[in-house]
């Protein structure tokens, strides 16, 4: 599903560097990305996602080698295809929860929206237990409801890649497992392939593949 | 575009006191320059309306302003008199006609003109309901006075006496309303007319009293001959003049010699009109006589000058509005950056960005220039105002 080959990647002014050889993650799986900070896990998801390109190598996500993409076109593929999770939920706060959820089709004009959208968002979110939340504003919810919105954001179009950073990052444990659960269960419920980074070492059962960014082995 | 244009929208709404304070204040910033234009061109233009429909004053001598504000607008009370005798000469010059103005006094805030039936037909004034004066003690009241003091025909209105410790002066006298003004859009409209006498009565050169010969009480009587009774300050003055004390009401003195303010002389032609203003100038009359659109134009040119600064200003203000503006701007975009990365990380384009905040400023300037619209709108209601309280 996603194929990374010879990729290296460096910020401007900075001595970091991001060498991968050659990375896979398989349709369907599962794949938690772990280590300390500074190892270049957070850049790591904005190269798949095509929101930076690297200055080496090839990104392949499906069919498509998003590293040749144009600008306009990496952003077409990702809202069509990936799925955005964010530590700190990145929810706009004068949007209410329904606009928040249908925000890819107001900022991208490639995908367009129908009533069918609406009925999506509505079970989604119904599926995720915010149903009842639709005319709220994110600072009328709690911190899992808000990331169940994220969530419901991220799966609306049906993506066949979810990159999720830190999502229980600013969750207490109680919520951590029960987005964690939800997670898991819209990924295979939707057939995508999931990638993580997080530092909860105890979120980490359920993942089918974990990935130390320290050295780029699989434990 | 559709889909900016509803987040703009969104988020003008969830923030709406800091839209409705930006609003405003653009609104104002806009309004002020053309409200202030609207205001001069129209005073301007109702102005010397006025006073191109008014051929010729006379006056006593002094400031011509004064002479034309008095005249026209009714206000400035405090300039010189002149003598009715000088109505009688000018008509007997076979110039014109002259009309009387007596404009000294004030009904509770609103001037009392004293005039003749002459004056209605030349200001073209039609009577909305009752008639027009016939008595002496009856008045004809504006629009604006009928409906600023709620008053109607059949009712009466008291002069403000000048001085309320003074009791050897002006006593105030209870006048009876006859007639509602239709509304002409100019100082008439704020005025209560009366004819000279009840004038001169307010002004305690005419009265009315006992009738002193049929006085028994000897303590109201100062002196008495066969020529002459002097009665004291305890003899009963009369406050309202009706139909059963009408014949105790009289004047002493010469009927020439009373005092106008001023006269309004409609000269039959252009040459009768220069004829007269040439035997003012060559010192045959003593008055002075003015064409009133020189001065009100002389006048305008002053708040002209005076709008240049205010002009200068508002230049001024707007740029400095334009800055905070840009300010408000750039700092709302620095606030709203991770929003915008948001955005961003999930699919939008930069030129997506631009379009929602480009949205957000067009509406906040069409609410902005609504508002503007509004207020200039209802700078129309305030004209008469504005050149009561600013100009004259």
């Known amino acids: 599903m996603v194929e990374l080959e010879g990729l290296f990647f460096q910020y401007p002014d900075s001595q970091f560097q991001l060498n991968i050889d050659e990375l896979d993650f398989a349709r369907g799986s599962k794949t938690a990305l772990i280590g300390t900070s500074g190892y270049g896990k957070t850049t790591f998801l904005n190269i798949v996602a095509g929101i930076i390109t690297p200055q080496k190598g090839t990104v392949k996500v499906g069919d498509e080698i998003i590293s040749a993409l144009g600008d306009a076109e990496r952003r077409n593929f990702r809202i069509r295809h990936i799925g955005f999770i964010f530590q700190d939920f990145k929810l706009i706060p004068y949007l209410n929860v329904m606009d928040n959820i249908l925000l890819p089709y107001r900022i991208n004009s490639s995908i367009r929206m129908n009533d069918s959208t609406w009925q999506s968002a509505l079970s989604i979110a119904e599926e995720l237990g915010i149903g009842n939340k639709m005319k709220k504003y994110p600072d009328k919810l709690s911190q899992g409801e808000r990331q169940r919105v994220a969530i419901c954001r991220a799966l609306l179009n049906r993506p066949s890649l979810i990159l999720a950073d830190e999502p229980t990052g600013n969750l207490d444990p109680e919520n951590k497992q029960r987005i964690m659960d939800i997670l898991f269960d819209s990924v295979e419920k939707f057939e995508s392939t999931l990638i993580t980074v997080t530092h909860d070492h105890d979120m980490l059962e359920g993942f089918e593949t974990i990935i130390d960014f320290k050295n780029f082995q699989a434990l | ?392």
């Open chain 2, 1 to 392: 575009m559709k889909q900016s244009f509803y987040l703009a929208i969104k988020y003008l709404m969830f923030y709406k006191f800091r839209t409705m304070v930006l609003t405003l204040s653009i609104g104002l910033i806009l309004f002020l320059p053309l409200g202030l234009e609207r205001l001069i061109s129209e005073s301007q233009s109702q102005m010397l309306a006025r006073s191109d429909a008014t051929p010729l004053l006379i006056g006593a001598k002094g400031s011509s302003t004064d002479l034309v504000i008095n005249t026209l607008y009714f206000e400035k009370n405090k300039i010189e008199f002149i003598h009715l005798g000088l109505l009688d000469t000018l008509n007997n010059m076979d110039l014109g006609y002259a009309i009387p103005i007596l404009s000294a006094f004030k009904a509770r805030g609103f001037p009392i003109v004293g005039t003749d039936l002459d004056y209605f037909s030349f200001r073209n004034l039609s009577i909305a309901s009752g008639r027009n004066l016939q008595l002496v003690g009856e008045c004809v009241i504006g629009s604006e006075v009928a409906e600023q003091l709620d008053l109607s025909v059949g009712e009466h209105l008291v002069s403000s006496p000048e001085n309320f410790i003074d009791l050897a002066g002006v006593y105030p006298l209870k006048m009876h309303i006859v007639g509602v003004l239709n509304p002409s859009n100019s100082p008439d409209d704020y005025a209560v007319f009366t004819d000279l006498k009840t004038n001169w009565i307010i002004m305690g050169l005419g009265h009315g009293h006992q009738d002193l010969q049929a006085l028994n009480d000897p303590s109201l009587i100062l002196k008495k001959d066969s020529a002459q009774i002097t009665a004291s300050a305890k003899v009963f003055m009369y406050n309202e003049i009706n139909t059963k004390n009408m014949d105790d009401f009289h004047f002493h003195g010469r009927m020439s010699d009373y005092p106008i303010s001023s006269v309004l002389f409609v000269p039959k032609d252009v040459k009768s009109g220069i004829i007269l203003r040439g035997r003012f100038e060559s010192k045959e009359l003593k008055e002075q006589i003015v064409v009133p659109t020189v001065v009100v134009e002389n006048l305008l040119q002053t708040i002209f000058r005076i709008k240049k600064i205010f002009d200068m200003v508002f230049v001024l203000i707007g740029i400095a509005t334009f800055i905070i503006v840009f300010l408000i701007v750039i700092l709302t975009l620095k606030l709203r950056k991770d929003e915008l990365f948001t955005m961003f990380t999930i699919g939008s384009s930069k030129y997506k960005t631009v379009e929602i905040v480009g949205f957000e400023l067009i509406i906040t300037l069409f609410l902005s220039s609504s508002i503007a619209l509004v207020f200039y709108g209802l700078t129309g209601f305030y004209i008469e105002t504005f050149i009561r309280n600013f100009i004259i």
